[in-house]
């Protein structure tokens, strides 16, 4: 839903401004060591699966860039799994700095649809 662009989450975004706060400190650290979050937040998404036991993750592309970009990230996440390439340790240590950001938002969702989505 757009929380880990790194322009920031739409206009729209149903989540609340701790959140929000968190996904801009998590883009800056990331941006600093070099990173770009989408891809991070996408790398994250597609070994979930193993990880964290996600059945399915579904990401929004825009452009034809974006989807080369996602499958491309995805045969990576693949390659590391069957430890054909390894994780650098710059990247290890981002995520970390990322995942302890977020960490107070851990299995945290948000109403869907909203009351006034709902009352129409």
């Keep these: 839903m757009g929380l880990f662009r790194p322009s920031g989450p739409p206009e729209w975004h149903p989540a609340?401004?701790?959140?929000?706060?968190?996904a801009r400190k998590a883009m800056e650290v990331s941006k600093a060591a070099g990173f770009n979050i989408a891809k991070l937040a996408s790398q994250y998404a597609?070994?979930?699966?193993e990880e964290i036991g996600v059945d399915s993750?579904?990401?929004?592309?825009?452009m034809k860039e974006q989807v080369e970009e996602a499958v491309e990230t995805w045969t990576e996440?693949?390659?590391?799994?069957r430890g054909l390439i390894e994780i650098p340790k710059a990247e290890r240590k981002v995520m970390d700095e990322v995942l302890a950001l977020l960490a107070p938002y851990h299995d945290y969702?948000?109403?869907?649809p909203t009351k006034k989505e709902r009352e129409g």
């Design 109 to 112: 969702s948000w109403e869907s």
């Design 46 to 49: 597609f070994k979930a699966r």
């Design 77 to 81: 996440v693949k390659e590391r799994e």
């Design 16 to 22: 609340h401004a701790e959140l929000r706060e968190a």
């Design 57 to 62: 993750t579904i990401i929004g592309l825009k």
